[in-house]
């Protein structure tokens, strides 16, 4: 279960971090290319993320 939380969390930041790329013009032929809210919205889905591999990882079960 451990393992599927932590595959659930890298797959939303690398999602995010995807997304981040595309709002800032890094990578390109998408809708999203170049567009701020892209940047924004890969920003808070990588803390998503962050936040969900920590909760996976948490010790004291």
């Known amino acids: ?3 599927t939380k ?3 969390a890298l ?5 995010g971090a ?3 790329l ?3 013009g ?5 809708f999203m290319t170049g567009q701020s809210q892209w940047l924004y919205t890969g ?3 990588m803390l998503v993320g962050l936040v969900g591999l920590v ?3 948490r010790s004291g079960r």
């Open 18 to 20: 995807v997304w981040s």
């Open 26 to 30: 890094a990578v390109g032929g998408s």
């Open 55 to 57: 909760w996976a990882n």
């Open 11 to 15: 797959i939303v930041f690398a999602v």
């Open 22 to 24: 595309q709002g800032i």
């Open 6 to 8: 932590n595959l659930l």
């Open 43 to 45: 920003l808070v889905t």
């Open 1 to 3: 279960m451990r393992l």
